[in-house]
């Protein structure tokens, strides 16, 4: 099952960020620290569709936003972004 819930949560992710890795938990979240780092500083439009599209609760973006180190930002949004993808997979895979 662990290995389903990773696949499932790479295969979430992969559809609003071209993900390039994925051997680990840790190197995902370093290329979405990266590209959200370039939409940060480029395209914060497309940033926010993302992240209503994945789904991520409003008032823990809004709190990241808020309360971080602009250097934070990217990583934390990251981990938000990574948990309910796979919060969404293990769902997936509970009811399927």
Do not use: C
């Not at 559809?15 to 939409?39: C, H, M, N, Y």
């Not at 809004?62 to 990251?78: G, H």
Request: proline letters at 2%.
């Amino acid at each position: 099952m662990n290995q389903d819930l990773f696949k499932s949560t790479l295969e979430i992710i992969q559809k609003d960020f071209e993900l390039t890795v994925g051997v680990s938990e840790s190197q995902i979240k370093e290329f979405l620290t990266a590209a959200l780092v370039q939409l940060l500083l480029h395209d914060l439009e497309k940033l926010w569709n993302i992240l209503y599209r994945i789904d991520v609760d409003e008032l823990k973006v809004k709190a990241v936003f808020n309360a971080s180190d602009p250097k934070e930002i990217a990583p934390k949004l990251a981990e938000l972004i990574y948990k309910r993808a796979e919060q969404k997979a293990l769902t997936r895979l509970k009811y399927r």
